[in-house]
């Protein structure tokens, strides 16, 4: 089992920053089978379908969605198994609770875990 710890989010006006964080623990292995591939974050509205905001794999290829290019970095530890999200510029459609996600490797394909959320909201 691998848990997946998030901090950061929190109330900011429209403009201001935050920066989050997810701490993966447990049976996770240092490569191979088992080790983590990937960790990313992912977003939900209220009555909307789960997004991806931002992913990392342990080589250090990054993709981000479209609307957070340029405002959001998404950086990794992977010493730590901790991955972050720097969020500038936010908006007030970036409100939503964000997800963190980690995908672990198996003999076939990734099997991947959440977070609890954290709520991130933008006051405009």
């Known amino acids: 089992q691998v848990q997946l710890v998030e901090s950061g989010g929190g109330l900011v006006q429209a403009g201001g920053s935050l920066r989050l964080s997810c701490a993966a623990s447990?049976?996770?292995?240092?490569?191979?089978?088992?080790?983590?591939?990937?960790m990313g974050w992912y977003l939900q509205g209220p009555g909307k379908q789960r997004e991806m905001v931002a992913l990392i794999t342990t080589t250090g290829d990054i993709r981000y969605a479209d609307s957070v290019k340029g405002r959001f970095t998404i950086s990794r530890d992977n010493a730590k198994n901790t991955v972050y999200l720097e969020m500038n510029s936010l908006k007030p459609e970036d409100t939503a609770v964000y997800y963190c996600n980690a995908e672990i490797r198996l003999v076939q394909g990734v099997y991947p875990y959440w977070g609890q959320g954290t709520q991130v909201t933008v006051s405009s």
């Open positions: 447990g049976s996770i292995a240092s490569g191979g089978i088992g080790s983590i591939s990937a």
